[in-house]
């Protein structure tokens, strides 16, 4: 079986590191995952320094993970630059291998998905199976429940980035009417 | 097996050459790509001398430097940034760290560039 979640391993790293992220197709739910994205937030302290930490980091993860990992070593100004391609899913999706918690609860923020719907152009039968799935049905959990969404306001659902595509694939069954937007809280 | 071990010094030195060439122009996509190349081909040249062969794929020299724990560990850490420059800007300091990669890499092959 893949181990796309780290066992309980304590990681090694020194002070220079302010995060070990860990983004990508791993940190979401039934995406299916060919490797496992790492990324390695630094101090300022020089580049060579930041890739032979991120190699000892990476020596240590593969002893947790059983897929290939993909390491990137960056400090905050390399995060936040306009070339770093991975700047969002590191951002919206990471999640820290230290505080198990997302990433960006450091600078105060908190990533959530707001999925609008729209079912007034479902049938009577459609609109009962959409709500089933959302609240559940005869002690049976709905997504919301087994998941940790809620309603945040009629026709808009909150939930956390990583159920992002089983709340998706599932309402896109029901209705195609569905939007998903990104947001941070603070 | 001699002039294998030729070609290779010869390609080590020519891309660490034209590699610190793009570094002066300020071309770093450029000089990280010659400086992995350079770094590569004395990695060959060290599993040349050490095991008689030579690898045939990025795999497969994977796989045989596994056993030389200290060069495996520059080219695992250098070979994202090859596989990434053909789509990310790359700095002049990350050109730095592997144009020095690429001459440690020369020196346990026993080659000066």
């Known amino acids: 079986m893949q181990k796309k979640s780290q066992e309980k391993q304590k990681l090694l790293f020194n002070e220079n590191i302010i995060d070990v992220v860990q983004f990508g197709s791993s940190v979401i739910k039934e995406k299916p995952v060919n490797d496992i994205d790492i990324a390695v937030i630094y101090k300022k302290i020089s580049l060579k320094e930041q890739l032979n930490h991120s190699q000892k980091i990476k020596k240590q993860l593969e002893k947790g993970f059983n897929l290939p990992i993909h390491i990137k070593s960056f400090d905050l100004y390399s995060l936040f630059d306009k070339g770093n391609f991975a700047r969002e899913g590191i951002l919206f999706y990471g999640k820290s291998l230290i505080t198990k918690e997302y990433f960006v609860k450091l600078f105060g923020l908190i990533p959530k998905i707001h999925f609008t719907y729209n079912l007034s152009d479902l049938d009577k039968k459609d609109k009962v199976r959409f709500n089933y799935l959302l609240n559940g049905k005869k002690g049976k959990y709905g997504l919301l429940r087994e998941y940790g969404g809620k309603i945040i306001a009629p026709g808009i659902i909150e939930i956390i980035p990583e159920y992002e595509k089983i709340f998706f694939d599932a309402m896109k069954e029901i209705t195609p009417s569905l939007e998903m937007k990104k947001v941070f809280l603070s | ?113």
């Open chain 2, 1 to 113: 097996m001699n002039e294998k071990k030729g070609i290779l010094e010869k390609t080590a030195r020519e891309y660490h050459l034209s590699g610190t060439e793009e570094l002066s122009k300020q071309r770093y996509n450029s000089a990280v790509v010659l400086f992995f190349k350079s770094l590569i081909a004395s990695a060959d040249l060290f599993l040349l001398i050490k095991t008689g062969k030579t690898p045939s794929s990025h795999n497969d020299r994977f796989n045989s430097l596994r056993n030389f724990r200290d060069i495996y560990d520059i080219v695992d850490k250098d070979f994202p940034f090859y596989q990434d420059s053909y789509n990310i800007l790359m700095s002049k300091e990350l050109a730095e760290v592997i144009k020095e990669d690429a001459e440690e890499v020369a020196g346990k092959a026993e080659i000066t560039l």
